[in-house]
């Protein structure tokens, strides 16, 4: 296939971002420099990319699924309790796996993949992922009790502070806007137990950028290429701009 196309295929980028790589001189093929997009290639050449080898990877599956209670965030259970793989049933012949955890009890958006290298990436901590939470509480949260979590709370496994922090509803005072990008075990749960409030509810409403919406409980879809190509460049971007603060 044309050399744009298997770069694009190994989900680098776009065939068109790939185009400029190619004719930049990023691409290597067969210890050689390509220029040219359309240059014929197999999977059987050895063809690099900023020097990094590429593979042509099984069929990458992605999927955002809006998940409801009482399902587990794991692929089996021994328990035989339900799992959001059994949701997910019939959605695909590819072995897909959850990125991080949902607690039985919390809801709303969770990414499936069998891309490894997506799934490194979101999951490492440098990353600093954004997640954005609906909290139901027991009562209203005081203004003090507010300013308090904004600025930083010491929990057993250190100091959590969140990024962003808004009253969902300004006629209750119960339902909390929460901004982290904390991958903590049951951080956002511990946040206010810690500060005397029973969390009702809890919602995940985005992760990484994406968002439940046109997704109703309990249902998934398949992320656009669109969406896909947002995530990966969201990780690169991410890293040039940590590379250059260092510099």
């Not at 930049?24 to 997009?37: F, H, R, S």
Request: aromatic share 6%; net charge positive.
């Amino acid at each position: 296939m044309p050399l744009n196309k298997f770069i694009a295929h190994c989900g680098i980028c776009s065939r068109r971002d790939a185009v400029d790589f190619v004719k930049t001189g990023k691409v290597i093929v067969n210890g050689a420099k390509v220029l040219e997009p359309g240059h014929k290639v197999t999977d059987k050449d050895d063809i690099k990319v900023n020097g990094k080898k590429l593979f042509v990877s099984r069929n990458l599956v992605y999927i955002l699924l809006n998940k409801p209670k009482d399902f587990i965030t794991t692929t089996e259970d021994p328990q035989g309790r339900k799992t959001v793989m059994d949701i997910l049933r019939n959605a695909t012949e590819e072995r897909v796996y959850p990125i991080g955890r949902l607690d039985r009890n919390t809801t709303g958006v969770l990414l499936l993949t069998n891309d490894g290298e997506l799934t490194q990436k979101l999951s490492h901590p440098s990353y600093e992922i954004k997640k954005i939470y609906e909290v139901k509480l027991d009562k209203p949260l005081t203004k003090k009790d507010f300013e308090t979590i904004l600025s930083g709370v010491t929990l057993e496994d250190g100091i959590i502070s969140p990024d962003s922090m808004a009253y969902a509803d300004s006629k209750d005072k119960s339902v909390i806007g929460i901004e982290i990008h904390s991958g903590k075990n049951r951080i956002v749960r511990r946040i206010f137990e810690h500060m005397g409030y029973d969390v009702r509810n809890l919602d995940r409403v985005m992760y990484a950028n994406l968002t439940k919406k046109n997704v109703d409980r309990g249902k998934w879809r398949f992320l656009t290429e669109k969406e896909v190509r947002l995530l990966k460049f969201l990780n690169a971007s991410y890293t040039k701009n940590k590379n250059a603060t260092r510099g």
